[in-house]
């Protein structure tokens, strides 16, 4: 699976659009961007998915580049329970099904 | 409902026990997984089952034996427990290769 970087800590104030960046410069063509959360001391959250469109659902959109070397995350109206550590993870579709997690960006949102 | 349960939640116990953590999923899905995320907060898989068959096991010492008994349970069973093994260890499923539901985890402490 190819690598991510993200960057390490971001902030955002409380409903501002947060924007995280991920770059995945290696990808490969049938390999899927898939974003996680870690609210502290919970469970990794699954949020969205995308291959090479961009993909929106009831938590965030995702946008990823038309070479499909970086995507961006969008939380279009950030709350104050957003704050946790966000996973970029970059997977082939239809292979053995593991996450590989990387070090993920912290997002702080601020009052 | 909860989605991915795990018992127990918090463990202590002394080195060289033997103890065992167990995940039962409602969700109906037929790929179960084991994560370790240690104090550092890296989250590696160590296992994974799919339809009660392994079909992941990463470079994870010989000790830890995970069981599936049906398609909804994924024990993890961890032989003479070292201070090394001190960690929360995350439950999930997942419907194939599609976004993955994690349990709340279980703190393992050994002191």
């Known amino acids: 699976d190819a690598k991510t970087t993200q960057p390490t800590s971001m902030d955002c104030a409380e409903g501002r659009a947060a924007n995280l960046p991920c770059n995945h410069s290696t990808i490969s063509g049938n390999e899927y961007v898939y974003w996680y959360r870690q609210i502290h001391s919970q469970g990794p959250q699954y949020i969205i998915h995308g291959l090479k469109n961009n993909e929106t659902n009831e938590m965030a959109s995702l946008i990823i580049t038309e070479d499909r070397k970086s995507s961006t995350l969008i939380l279009p109206h950030a709350t104050l329970r957003d704050t946790a550590v966000y996973y970029c993870i970059v997977r082939v579709g239809g292979s053995n099904y593991k996450l590989t997690f990387g070090k993920g960006t912290l997002l702080t949102v601020n009052p | 409902d909860t989605a991915v349960s795990q018992t127990p939640k918090y463990l202590v116990t002394q080195m060289g026990n033997d103890k065992s953590i167990k995940c039962e999923q409602n969700l109906g899905h037929d790929t179960m997984y084991w994560y370790k995320q240690d104090s550092k907060k890296f989250l590696k898989i160590m296992f994974s089952?799919?339809?009660?068959?392994?079909?992941i096991n990463e470079t994870v010492p010989n000790r830890f034996s995970p069981k599936s008994p049906d398609k909804a349970h994924l024990n993890l069973h961890i032989n003479s427990l070292e201070l090394g093994d001190s960690a929360v260890y995350f439950c999930?499923?997942?419907?194939?290769?599609?976004?993955?539901?994690f349990g709340q985890g279980t703190r393992l402490t050994v002191v």
């Open positions: 999930a499923s997942s419907s194939g290769p599609y976004e993955a539901f």
């Open positions: 089952y799919n339809n009660k068959e392994l079909i």
